[in-house]
T-cell receptor, first 112, second 112 residues
Framework: KQEVTQIPAALSVPEGENLVLNCSFT??????LQWFRQDPGKGLTSLLL?????REQTSGRLNASLDKSSGRSTLYIAASQPGDSATYLC???????????FGPGTRLSVLP | SAVISQKPSRDICQRGTSLTIQCQVD?????MFWYRQQPGQSLTLIAT?????????ESGFVIDKFPISRPNLTFSTLTVSNMSPEDSSIYLC?????????FGPGTRLTVL
C-alpha cells in the first residue's frame, strides 16, 4: 500500500528565502506525482504535475523534481513571498485513472 | 482541464440527519473519487464512484454510511448518513485526467 510522507511538517521563513519541501513515497511504481497548494478553509490548487517519465517541472518560481527510483520528490520555491503561505500537499497516482494518495502536507509560513 | 463544482459549499447539520453532496464535472470523465479531509488532516480516499455500478469503498468506509451514486460520466453524489460530530470534515470530489487530478472546491460540513 502506497504511503506518502512530507518533511518538514511546518516551516516558517522570512520573505525572500529559497526553500525546499520534501516528499517521499514507498512504492516507486507511480504514474503521476502532483503538488497542490491549499489555503486555510479552501480547496486544492494544482501547482505542478510530474509524469513518471519526467524528472522535473517548472512554473514561475516553483520547480518540482522527481526521482522515482528513490521514491522522492522536492518542491523548490524561489524568493518566497508572504502570499506563498499555505499548506503544500504532495500526492501520487499509482496508475492512470487511479486515485491519488496524499501526504500529510507541509504548512508554510512566509513572514514579511 | 475539467472543472468540478460541488453543492452545497458548506452546511451545518444536526446529529442523526443525512446530507447529500452533489458533484458536477463540466466534461465526461471515467474515474471520479470522493475524499474526506478531517480538521487539520490531509485527504483520505472514501471511495471510487463507478459509473453504472456500485462504488468501491476504502477500508474504514461503508456503503451504509456513505452511499454514492454515479448515474453518468459527469455527475456523482455522496450522502453522509446518520451524521455525528465526528463527520465534521471537508468532503471533496475529484476526477483524474491526463493533465492530473482535478478537485472540486469541497463541501465543508459541520455536525452539531
Amino acid at each position: 500500500k502506497q504511503e506518502v510522507t512530507q518533511i518538514p511538517a511546518a516551516l516558517s521563513v522570512p520573505e525572500g528565502e529559497n526553500l525546499v519541501l520534501n516528499c517521499s513515497f514507498t512504492d516507486s511504481a507511480i504514474y503521476n506525482l502532483q503538488w497542490f497548494r491549499q489555503d486555510p478553509g479552501k480547496g486544492l490548487t494544482s501547482l505542478l504535475l510530474i509524469q513518471s517519465s519526467q524528472r522535473e517541472q517548472t512554473s514561475g518560481r516553483l520547480n518540482a523534481s522527481l526521482d522515482k527510483s528513490s521514491g522522492r520528490s522536492t518542491l523548490y520555491i524561489a524568493a518566497s513571498q508572504p502570499g506563498d503561505s499555505a499548506t503544500y500537499l504532495c500526492a501520487v497516482e499509482g496508475d492512470y485513472g487511479q486515485n491519488f494518495v496524499f501526504g500529510p502536507g507541509t504548512r508554510l509560513s512566509v513572514l514579511p | 482541464s475539467a472543472v468540478i463544482s460541488q453543492k452545497p459549499s458548506r452546511d451545518i447539520c444536526q446529529r442523526g440527519t443525512s446530507l447529500t453532496i452533489q458533484c458536477q464535472v463540466d466534461s465526461q470523465v471515467t474515474m471520479m473519487f470522493w475524499y474526506r479531509q478531517q480538521p487539520g488532516q490531509s485527504l483520505t480516499l472514501i471511495a471510487t464512484a463507478n459509473q453504472g455500478s456500485e462504488a468501491t469503498y476504502e477500508s474504514g468506509f461503508v456503503i451504509d454510511k456513505f452511499p454514492i451514486s454515479r448515474p453518468n460520466l459527469t455527475f456523482s453524489t455522496l450522502t453522509v448518513s446518520n451524521m455525528s460530530p465526528e463527520d465534521s470534515s471537508i468532503y471533496l470530489c475529484s476526477a483524474t485526467q491526463l493533465a492530473g487530478g482535478v478537485f472540486g472546491p469541497g463541501t465543508r460540513l459541520t455536525v452539531l
